[in-house]
Nanobody, 125 residues
């Protein structure tokens, strides 16, 4: 099983960035996909999740600025980040959680089965 996150970088406040997560080794379409982040000195937190059917959920601080999407054919999940703020600076991790439900989304870190290695996003003012 592999989850390879990429696309991080250093950007200015109000810029946009898209991070990607390419996966292999598990049946992607049967998994909830999520993005989490860990800022320096802080606990890892849920950012966004997408169900098997494409329903989405966001943490309040990014709602309206970030968009999660998935491409089952490419076995990939994406996080489009717009209007970035300095407080978005973090290492971003993608994660996968098996479910029988097409509608379920999860923001609970403990329930995710697989994790990527993270990609660093730095936003400076």
């Amino acid at each position: 099983v592999q989850l390879q996150a990429s696309g991080g970088g250093v950007v200015q406040a109000w810029d946009s960035l898209r991070v990607s997560c390419a996966t292999s080794g598990f049946p992607f379409s049967t998994y909830i996909m999520g993005w989490f982040r860990q800022a320096p000195g802080k606990e890892r937190e849920f950012v966004a999740g997408i169900s098997r059917s494409g329903r989405t959920m966001y943490v309040e601080s990014v709602r309206g600025r970030f968009t999660i999407s998935r491409d089952n054919a490419r076995k990939s999940v994406y996080l489009q980040m717009d209007s970035l703020k300095s407080e978005d600076t973090a290492v971003y991790y993608c994660a996968a959680k098996f479910t029988f439900s097409t509608l379920q989304i999860s923001d609970a870190e403990a329930g995710y089965n697989y994790w990527g290695q993270g990609t660093k996003v730095t936003v400076f003012s």
